[in-house]
C-alpha cells in the first residue's frame, strides 16, 4: 500500500521518490541481501511508503507521530512496516542523526516502546571512526533520508528463522568491501532528484 503527501515542489515528485526508493530496495537490500528480512515484505507488498513533505524538523515530527499511530492500528498483514521518506528535510546527516532522539522519545510517548521502532537511512550516512569515502557506509545509504518504522514482534519473528542476525552487520561490510565503490555505483540506486549534497557524496564515494 503506498500513500503520498501532496507537494508543491515539483522537483520532488512522490511517484519519483517512491520509485527511487523502491529500486534501491530491490537492487542494494535485498539484490546485495542486506537484510535477509526485507524480500518477504516487499514481495507481499506490506511495506508502506510515504512521501513527506515537510522541510523541517518540526514538520517530520508531525508526519513521524502519525505514521507510527497509523502503523500501530493497521493489520500487520497488510501494513507490517512504513517507510517515512524525507526529500526535503533533514538533508544534513549530523542533522538528521540528533533528530532519531525525537523518533525514540515519541516511540515512548505514544506508548509504543517494545511494539514498534525507528530505524533510519541517509543518503550521508556514516559510520563513527570511518571516513566518509568508506564504501561500508553504503550498507545504510538510502536515495533520500528514510525512517524505517518496524514492528518488534517482525523482528523476533524474523530472528527466528535467521538466528545467525547478529552476524548480518559483519556480512554486509564484507558485502560492500567485495564490490568496492564502482559496484555500488553501478547499482544506479541514487536519487533521480536534487538531493542537497547527495552529488557531492557520490562524487566522493
Known sequence: MTETTTTA???????????????????????????????????????????????????????????????????????????????????????????LEVADAMVEELDLGGILQVASFHPQFQFEGTDVNDVTNCTNRSPYPTLHLLREDSIDKAVEVFPEAESIYERNMETLEKIGIEGWLDLDVGPRCPVTGHAAVKAGS
Open 9 to 99: 515542489d515539483q522537483g520532488f515528485p512522490p511517484d519519483v521518490v517512491i520509485d527511487d526508493t523502491v529500486r534501491w530496495l530491490e537492487k542494494a537490500v535485498i539484490g546485495l541481501n542486506l537484510c535477509p528480512f526485507a524480500k518477504g515484505v516487499h514481495v507481499k507488498g506490506q511495506i508502506h511508503y510515504v512521501v513527506s513533505a515537510a522541510t523541517d524538523a518540526e514538520g517530520v515530527a508531525e508526519d513521524l507521530y502519525r505514521e507510527l499511530e497509523a502503523l500501530a492500528e493497521a493489520s500487520a498483514e497488510k501494513r507490517d512496516t512504513t517507510l517515512l521518506i524525507l526529500p526535503h528535510a533533514l538533508q544534513d546527516f549530523l542533522d538528521f542523526n540528533d533528530f
